[in-house]
């Protein structure tokens, strides 16, 4: 079974950076479209940046574009989001998710949610 493992979260000031980590098990993890999600206390999942199977496209919410980038690592099955410019509204609980050559303008999550990694970012 496919699974993800999200990491690198933590507790930064407003302006700080961060880079989450998605690690993806699967043997044709190329394959994948991926895509972030965060989840802030009391509202729903929500899109956050997604990057094609063969990372010639991008695409990136309102929120965040111009924040956050992302990039591929094929070696070791990894999607990083560099969070850059952190703000207060930016925490929340970030997935990583991915669709089998997925758009990158309407990604539907195809794999089992993952635990996420927790972002606060607070004075």
Excluded: H
């Amino acid at each position: 079974q496919v699974q993800l493992l999200e990491s690198g979260g933590g507790l930064v000031q407003p302006g700080e950076s961060l880079t989450l980590s998605c690690v993806i098990s699967a043997r044709t993890s190329s394959r994948y479209t991926m895509g972030w999600f965060r989840q802030a206390p009391g509202k729903e999942r929500e899109f956050v940046a997604a990057i094609s199977w063969n990372a010639e496209g991008t695409n990136y919410a309102d929120a965040v574009k111009g924040r956050f980038t992302l990039l591929r690592e094929y070696l070791n099955n990894t999607v990083l989001l560099r969070m850059n410019d952190l703000k207060p509204e930016d925490t929340a609980v970030y997935y990583c998710n991915a669709e089998v050559t997925g758009s990158i303008w309407y990604l539907r999550p195809s794999l089992p949610w993952g635990q996420g990694t927790q972002v606060t970012v607070s004075s």
